[in-house]
């Protein structure tokens, strides 16, 4: 299994290099708006800047796995149907799109370092709760853009259902973050990073049971 995994991730990286443009735009399109937004801005407070790091990560990650199963044609689709097990492209589907997303978000705290000439104090929490929080996000669009594929390509339902299920990710990752920033003290770190965990957990198995059968439709 872990071999047929490599083997989609391979050839998901093998059709971005040649043609898609897809990763490289919304690159472009996270460094146009963190640019504008701190041009504009000026100097701005740590909650400030925690909460468009996250914003920005979000939009960016919808921009980008919206259109994660939407890119190949349907002969691509049918011939995937018949060579893989639905297991084996979801999970493949979910790497890819993460390393995608954790390379975003290096770049945008590169960005962000560049602009502000300021960086996270504790850099360790704040990389193992973007590390959790990036799983999760990415579960989520993943999943939701499986089923917006089997909707005529309807990109607006995967804002409309995956927001609802992003709000509880996005508000413990921004607390974290800014316990990272040093804002405040709050001895439930721990807690909440397994928080977070857990709602990976429950993700992955969701995504489990519910995608063999989009799969099948």
């Avoid at 000026?42 to 796995?65: E, K, M, Y």
């Avoid at 973007?130 to 089997?150: D, K, M, N, Q, R």
């Amino acid at each position: 299994m872990i071999s047929r995994i490599l083997n989609i991730i391979y050839k998901d990286w093998v059709v971005e290099r040649r043609g898609s443009n897809a990763f490289l735009a919304s690159i472009l399109y996270l460094t146009a708006i963190v640019f504008v937004l701190y041009k504009v801005m000026g100097d701005v407070s740590a909650p400030v800047r925690v909460a468009l790091f996250w914003i920005i990560i979000l939009f960016t990650g919808i921009n980008l796995i919206a259109q994660s199963f939407s890119h190949a044609s349907l002969k691509r689709k049918i011939i995937h149907y018949q060579l893989y097990k639905p297991l084996e492209y979801v999970f493949a589907k979910l790497i890819v799109n993460w390393l995608k997303l954790f390379l975003m978000g290096g770049v945008l705290l590169l960005l962000q370092l560049m602009l502000t000439d300021t960086l996270v104090k504790d850099m360790n929490l704040f990389m193992q709760t973007f590390g959790l929080a990036s799983i999760g996000i990415v579960a989520v669009l993943t999943f939701v853009a499986s089923i917006s594929i089997y909707s005529n390509n309807q990109n607006g339902l995967v804002t409309i259902l995956a927001l609802p299920l992003l709000v509880p990710i996005l508000l413990l990752s921004m607390r974290l973050s800014l316990i990272a920033e040093r804002m405040f003290v709050d001895s439930a770190t721990d807690n909440y990073l397994l928080l977070l965990l857990g709602i990976n957990l429950l993700l992955i198995a969701l995504i489990t049971i519910l995608f063999p059968i989009v799969w099948k439709s």
